[in-house]
C-alpha cells in the first residue's frame, strides 16, 4: 500500500510541463495574496479563454447552450466558473472546489495609535496561526478602502523593492527570560500583534503643536498625512475599509534542487490555482464542467462570501434558468447528480513531528495529490466521510489517467484535527471527497509545497473533468 515518490517517474516532457505549471503558480501567488486579489486575477484569467459574465448573458437575454463559458462573482471575493458540456446538464456537473482566504492579520476598524514616537495600527487574526511566527518579518499590506462616495481606493505597500515594509517587534533575547517560560500560545499574545508603521513626528507649525498634542500624536498625524496624499483617505475611512497584513515578498523555489516552493498562502491557492488552470484548458466537455474558488474557509466558510452561503446554489440556478431550466427541480436534480473534489491542503509528513502522524495514514511530500475519505477531528466530528463507491471511482479516474496519488488522514487519531468545505456541498446529496496538495508548515506565514505535488494536482483536476459516468 505505500505509494512511490513520484520524481523518478518523470519524463523530460513531465519535466518540462511541471516547471512551467510551477512558474505560473508562483506568478498567481505574487498577484493574489488576498481573497480579492485572487478572485480578480481569476476572472481576468477566465475572460482571456472566453468565459463572459453570468449576470451580462442574462441581462442580454441569451439562451446558454452547450460550449458556453460563463462566471460568476460574489462580492468580489468567491468565484464560480461554469463550462456547459454536452450532456443533460440535470445528470450533473464535475465541481472542482477550493478556497482562496489564507490565514492573516486584519487591521482593526480603529486601527491607529502612537505610543513613545511610535506609532501602530492594531490588528485582528484572522484563521489559524501561531502568534509568534508573525513577529520580526517583513510584512506588506494589502487591501482596499471604501470610501463615503462609493469609490474603492486599493491599497498594496510593502511588495514592490521600492516600497517600505511593515513590521511587528519581538522582545530581544536578552530579556525574554520570562517570555520564554509561557507556553507558545501565549509567547506573542494576539493584542500585542500591532504594526510598527512610523516614527518620524509630522513637522508642524508653533500654533498647531499644541492643537496636535491635543488630538492627535505628532507621528500618528504624520502618517495620516501619508495616508491623505497617497490614498485620499481620513482617519475615519478606516472604518470601512479591509486591510489585510500578509508576509512581503514573492514566492519563491526552495531546495537546493529547487523541487519546492515555498510562499505565503499556499493553503489553499495551490489547490485553487491548480483547479483553475485544469478549468481554463477544457475545450467542450461531455459533462458541464464547474470551478468553484470560495473565501471564508479559514473562519468556518460562514457569511455570504463564504461555501455556506447561498451563492453556489443561487449561481447554478441562474445558470440553469439562462439554459431555459426553470423548474425548482431540474436544480435539486443538477446539483444531487455532481460530483466534487474539494480540494484543500493536506498535512505533510515531517520527519522532524513525526510523533503527531500516523505513518501509513499520512500524505508525504513528492507523492502526488491526496484523497482524504474524511477529515474531522476526535471520531471524525465535523467530518464528510466520502462514499467507499465514489473513492472507488476517483480511484479509477487517477490510475486510468497515470495521476499519482496517496490517501491520508490528519494526523493521529487525537492529536487534533480539522474540517473543510466538503459537508457543505455535501448537504445537496452530491459526491464529495477532500482532496489536495501536501504542505510543510501550514498556516506559518511561509509554507513549503512539492513542485510534484503541484503538477500531479493539475493532472487530478485535468482528468476529473473529463469523467464521464454516462
Ligand atoms: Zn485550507
Known amino acids: 500500500m505505500e505509494r512511490k515518490n513520484v520524481w523518478a517517474s518523470y519524463t523530460e516532457k513531465d519535466n518540462t510541463k ?21 478572485a480578480e486575477q481569476i476572472v ?18 441569451r439562451t446558454l447552450k452547450a460550449g458556453d463559458k460563463v462566471y460568476a462573482v460574489c462580492m468580489k471575493k468567491t468565484v464560480v466558473l461554469f463550462n456547459i458540456g454536452e450532456n443533460d446538464i440535470t445528470k450533473g456537473m464535475n465541481i472542482l472546489c477550493a478556497h482562496i482566504d489564507s490565514p492573516r492579520l486584519d487591521v482593526k476598524q480603529n486601527p491607529l495609535y502612537e505610543d513613545t514616537d511610535l506609532a501602530y495600527l492594531d490588528t485582528h487574526y484572522y484563521g489559524g496561526v501561531k502568534k509568534y511566527h508573525w513577529v520580526a518579518l517583513p510584512l506588506a499590506i494589502h487591501g482596499v478602502v471604501a470610501m463615503k462616495d462609493g469609490s474603492v481606493v486599493n491599497v498594496c505597500i510593502g511588495e514592490d523593492e521600492s516600497d517600505p515594509v511593515l513590521y511587528i517587534t519581538d522582545l530581544l533575547i536578552h530579556l525574554s527570560q520570562k517570555q520564554l517560560q509561557k507556553k507558545g500560545a501565549e509567547v506573542v499574545e494576539g493584542e500585542n500583534l500591532d504594526i510598527l508603521v512610523g516614527s518620524r513626528p509630522l513637522k508642524q507649525e508653533k500654533d498647531d503643536e499644541e492643537k496636535t498634542k491635543k488630538e492627535k500624536k505628532a507621528v500618528a498625524a504624520n502618517v495620516l498625512r501619508i495616508l491623505k496624499e497617497k490614498y485620499g483617505m481620513e482617519e475615519e475611512d478606516f472604518l470601512s475599509a479591509e486591510l489585510e497584513i500578509v508576509p ?23 489547490c485553487a490555482y491548480t483547479s483553475l488552470l485544469a478549468m481554463l484548458e477544457e475545450e467542450t ?117 497515470k495521476v499519482a496519488f496517496q490517501t491520508a488522514e490528519l494526523g493521529r487519531v487525537d492529536a487534533g484535527g480539522g474540517g473543510t468545505i466538503a459537508y ?16 510543510l508548515s501550514m498556516h506559518a506565514p511561509w509554507e513549503v509545497t512539492s513542485k510534484a505535488d503541484v503538477y500531479e494536482a493539475y493532472k487530478a483536476y485535468r482528468a476529473f473533468l473529463q469523467y464521464d459516468p454516462a
Open 285 to 401: 466537455p461531455k459533462r458541464t464542467a464547474c470551478c468553484l474558488l470560495v473565501d471564508k474557509e479559514e473562519i468556518g466558510s460562514v457569511g455570504a462570501t463564504g461555501m455556506q452561503s447561498r451563492f453556489f446554489e443561487n449561481s447554478v440556478a441562474e445558470l440553469l434558468g439562462a439554459m431555459g431550466y426553470t423548474s425548482d427541480l431540474a436544480l435539486r436534480r443538477t446539483l444531487k447528480n455532481c460530483c466534487m473534489l474539494s480540494s484543500d491542503v493536506s498535512a505533510g509528513f515531517d520527519p522532524a513531528y513525526a510523533d503527531v502522524f500516523e505513518k501509513k495514514n499520512a500524505a508525504y511530500l513528492g507523492r502526488g495529490i491526496v484523497l482524504n475519505k474524511f477529515t474531522g477531528a476526535r471520531g471524525k466530528s465535523g467530518s464528510n466521510d466520502a462514499n467507499a463507491e465514489y473513492v472507488a471511482k476517483v480511484r479509477r479516474i487517477f490510475d486510468d489517467n
Open 44 to 61: 481576468l484569467e477566465a475572460e482571456k479563454k472566453g468565459y463572459e459574465s453570468l449576470e451580462e448573458v442574462i441581462a442580454s437575454g
Open 424 to 439: 457543505i456541498a455535501a448537504l445537496y446529496g452530491m459526491e464529495v471527497i477532500d482532496s489536495g496538495v501536501a504542505v
Open 18 to 38: 511541471l516547471e512551467s505549471v510551477a512558474s505560473s503558480y508562483r506568478a498567481f501567488l505574487d498577484l493574489g495574496k488576498t481573497e480579492r486579489e485572487c
Open 248 to 270: 512581503a515578498g514573492r514566492a519563491r523555489e526552495c531546495g537546493l534542487d529547487r523541487s519546492m516552493i515555498a510562499a505565503y498562502g499556499q493553503d489553499d491557492r495551490v
